[in-house]
């Protein structure tokens, strides 16, 4: 997904914390986009982050460092309805891209 | 409409044949995106339209994918001699045409071609 890399695979417990990691290509960054995707439904949007620094929503926190090309979504009190896919996305010039996902399952 | 909608849902044909996959942006997002998504994969980005400039069609895959939108809001993406290399989920989404905002996208084409 045009440099845009984050781990293919991620496992956790009800109830934990989990922290999914993307990285990207800097070159005409305009912001980044965390989107979840259940199996067989269409991505919906969590989270969008131009600057640097956390930003918390509930639950969910994205965090962003331009600098570094590197952002997570972080994921507390994990909850069987977050068994998901993870998308990654960068508006670079102003379309937006998606890295591959990450596929979370969630154990009991 | 209320949301992005797609048809059809399910597109079956044969190896070889055209097609044509419909989407309907929610009213009044200027912007509108083609991506293309292969079981348990992510989304392949292949074209996008932005108000009234060029559509930026550098994620097509081949010159078999065009697409195109009439009056700046439905598209229509077509497949010519379709190959089975082409099954995949079609998805289209749409937005204001401003940095950051939300893409919301249809439920999808499933095509598979036999």
């Known amino acids: 997904g045009q440099n845009i890399d984050q781990p293919t695979e991620m496992t956790a417990t009800e109830g934990a914390i989990v922290q999914i990691n993307c990285t990207y290509q800097t070159s005409g960054f305009n912001g980044l986009f965390w989107y979840q995707q259940h199996a067989g439904e269409a991505p919906t949007f969590l989270s969008y982050n131009v600057l640097d620094g956390l930003e918390e929503k509930g639950r969910f926190s994205s965090f962003l460092s331009r600098s570094k090309g590197y952002s997570y979504l972080l994921l507390k009190e994990l909850q069987m309805k977050d068994s998901a896919s993870y998308l990654c996305?960068?508006?670079?010039?102003?379309?937006?891209?998606f890295g591959k996902g990450t596929r979370l399952h969630i154990l009991p | 409409g209320a949301g992005v909608s797609q048809s059809p849902s399910n597109k079956v044909t044969e190896k070889g044949k055209d097609v044509e996959l419909r989407c309907d942006p929610i009213s009044g997002h200027t912007a509108l995106y083609w991506y293309r998504q292969s079981l348990g994969q992510g989304l392949e980005f292949l074209i996008y339209f932005q108000g009234n400039s060029a559509p930026d069609k550098s994620g097509l895959p081949s010159d078999r994918f065009s697409a195109e939108r009439t009056g700046g809001s439905v598209s229509t993406l077509t497949i010519q001699r379709t190959q089975q290399e082409d099954s995949a989920v079609y998805l289209c989404?749409?937005?204001?045409?401003?940095?950051?905002?939300?893409?919301?996208f249809g439920q999808g084409t499933r095509l598979t071609v036999v």
């Open positions: 996305a960068v508006n670079r010039d102003d379309k937006i891209i």
């Open positions: 989404a749409s937005n204001l045409l401003f940095t950051g905002a939300e893409a919301f």
